[in-house]
């Protein structure tokens, strides 16, 4: 009986997570960050099914969260997301509602944002490169 209960949730999470693979973001534990080509400890990368990259670090002196999305290419702070830690996050739409990032440099903010299935590449807000290897 309990090994029904448990195999009937499962293929209920499984179902859930293929309707709504836009909005789940699983966590990549081989994706390497690298911010002025020096690769980047405690930041941990969330990809979900269309590449859409959730980069998220909580302790530091600096806590942040960036998400590039294909549709837009721009990186920008996601508004609602729902995070089980180190795991898994849930955004409120297909394509997450997100906040411009502060730019803290001169001029107009140009994200120079590259998208491919290997690599995601961007300028962050204080004119720091961003490259996210995937795997």
């Known amino acids: 009986m309990v090994k029904s209960i448990l195999i009937l949730a499962f293929v209920v ?29 405690g930041v941990q990368v969330f990809q979900n099914y269309s590449n859409d990259v959730l980069l998220e670090q909580d302790g530091g002196d600096h806590p ?18 729902i995070c089980i830690r180190w795991m898994a996050c849930l955004a409120s739409d297909d394509r997450a509602p997100t906040l411009p990032l502060e730019w803290k440099g001169n001029g107009k903010y140009d994200a120079r944002a590259t998208m491919t299935n290997k690599e995601v590449s961007f300028v962050d807000a204080d004119g720091s490169r961003v490259r996210v290897q995937l795997r």
């Open 13 to 41: 999470i499984l179902g859930l997570i293929i309707i709504n693979r836009q909005r789940v973001y699983l966590r990549d534990p081989l994706a390497t960050v690298y911010r002025n080509e020096v690769e980047q400890s």
């Open 64 to 81: 942040y969260r960036i998400l590039v999305q294909d549709w837009s290419e721009i990186p920008a702070t996601p508004v609602n997301l």
